[in-house]
Structure formats: structure tokens, C-alpha cells
């Protein structure tokens, strides 16, 4: 698609018109036209307010020329999987596990191996033939090329630790030792628990990334405990396998 039907698509699903749009950007109904007919392309100021007013990245925007890659873990991102910096506006380079809230989460390359073999091993590409292939790729990609530049790791790392220190003096019983904190997108983990009056809760944004982990019960079992946390709050829970009958343990505000 080009970006003249793009446009017009997202406009008319948005139920904007072509005034309402061109409030919103700054520039006259003419020039909202122009781009529709494809007599005109959006510069690259206004492409960035489209971007954000529609949710959707320059890329879309420009009719999906490239392939968007997660300059970090290799992903292939579509936009909803585009991270966002902390105001908001999406940032084309990484996916929302990699970068967050204007944070690298990675900064040990084996760490992100050992994520992602998990998530991409299977039957037909087990874990060994995976780890080889990320161990090649991975450091083709931008952030790991420019990692020393990008640097900042000092900061966030001490974070890091500082969060887990803290949910470890919580002492919850029958949960081992956290060790690692990963960076989980909202949606994945966003549990609807149920309170003693009944009524369904949900801690967490869909759209936001958090740092978590899961760990076996020292007890044995077949519940887990799941731990989320952020700048603002440390959540611990159970439940039993792919998060069914999750049960709130801790809702700390920090
Ligand atoms: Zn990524």
C-alpha cells in the first residue's frame, strides 16, 4: 500500500476528518488532501506527529517498505510489538521487551539467548540449534554492535539489583532465592485475580514493560510464583501452569 491510502485508511477508521486531522498536525485541510491524492508526501516532522495521533510506525506509514528488526533480539516487529520511549512516542529500533520506558533490558547477550531459546525451541528447531543461530546473529544487530556506546548499563543494572534485593527481603515463603529479573511486556502478564469479595482485578498495562520472573515453589507443586515489578511496585503471585488460577500474594507499592 502506499502512504496516500494508508493515510486515508487511518484516517477514516480513526472517524477524523480531514479538518480534525489537520488541527491535530498543524497543517491545513489542503495539505491533509494533498497526501491523500499523493500529490505530497508528509515530511519527516509531520510523519512523527502521525505517528503519533495513529499509533502505528513511520514505517506503516510509509507503506511498509522495510521489515522492521528489533536492533537487539532480532525480532521482527510488527507495531503493536514496537517499544515506546517515555513519552510515549515508538521507537522503531527495538521491540517492547528489549527497550523500555527509555531503558535497554539487556545487557548481557547470554542472558537474551537463554529468553529467547526458551521462547523460540521447539520440536522442529531445538534449543541447541537455536542458542547457534542467536549466538551468530545477535551480534550483527545495532544495539550489540554500538553497546559500548550506548552504555547506561551501570544505572539500570543497579536497579536491578536494588529490586531484587527488595523482593527477596520479603521472605515469601516456599519461594527460592530471586536471582534475574527479565523485562515482560503487560499484556503477557497482566493476571485477572479474583479478591475475596468477588470482584476480578488487573494490576498491570497491557502496553507497559515490567521486569519479572517465575519460580518453581520450594515445595514442589503445581503452582509457581510469579514476580513483577517496576519502579512504582513489587507484585508476587501464584498459579498454576500457562497462569491459571492466579492467586495475589503481595502488592507492595515502592
Ligand atoms: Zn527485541
Redesign the pocket.
Known amino acids: 500500500m502506499e502512504t496516500k491510502q494508508v493515510l486515508y485508511q487511518l484516517r477514516t477508521k480513526a472517524g477524523l476528518s480531514q479538518d480534525a486531522l489537520a488541527e491535530k498536525l498543524y497543517v491545513t485541510r489542503q495539505a491533509v488532501s494533498r497526501w491523500e491524492t499523493g500529490e505530497t508526501v508528509p515530511n519527516t516532522d509531520t510523519l512523527k506527529l502521525l505517528s503519533g495521533v495513529f499509533g502505528v510506525s513511520i514505517n506503516t506509514l510509509l507503506g511498509a517498505p522495510r521489515q522492521l528488526i528489533?536492533q537487539?533480539?532480532?525480532?521482527p516487529l510488527e507495531d503493536p510489538m514496537i517499544s515506546r520511549e517515555k513519552d510515549g512516542t515508538l521507537n522503531e529500533q527495538?521491540?517492547k521487551?528489549?527497550y523500555a520506558d527509555g531503558e535497554y533490558m539487556y545487557h548481557d547477550m547470554d542472558d537474551l539467548i537463554a529468553v529467547c531459546v526458551k521462547n523460540m525451541a521447539s520440536a522442529e528447531h531445538p534449543e541447541e540449534e537455536v542458542r547457534a543461530y542467536l549466538k551468530e546473529k545477535l551480534p550483527q544487530l545495532d544495539y550489540w554492535k554500538r553497546y559500548t556506546e550506548l552504555g547506561g548499563e551501570g544505572k539500570f543494572e543497579e536497579f536491578k539489583q536494588t529490586l531484587i534485593g527488595e523482593i527477596n527481603a520479603l521472605q515469601v515463603e516456599g519461594m527460592p532465592k530471586l536471582t534475574k529479573l527479565n523485562a515482560l511486556v503487560g499484556s503477557y502478564v497482566n493476571l485477572e485475580y479474583r479478591l475475596p469479595n468477588g470482584t476480578a482485578v488487573k494490576f498491570l498495562d497491557d502496553e507497559k514493560t515490567y521486569l519479572g520472573n517465575q519460580l518453581e515453589c520450594e515445595f514442589g507443586g503445581d503452582r509457581c510464583f510469579g514476580v513483577l515489578a517496576n519502579m512504582e511496585f513489587i507484585l508476587i503471585c501464584t498459579y498454576e501452569k500457562n497462569g491459571e488460577n492466579p492467586e495475589l500474594l503481595i502488592y507492595k507499592k515502592r
Not at 537487539?72 to 525480532?75: P, R, T, V
Open positions: 528489533c537487539c533480539c532480532g525480532m527495538y521491540c521487551w528489549c
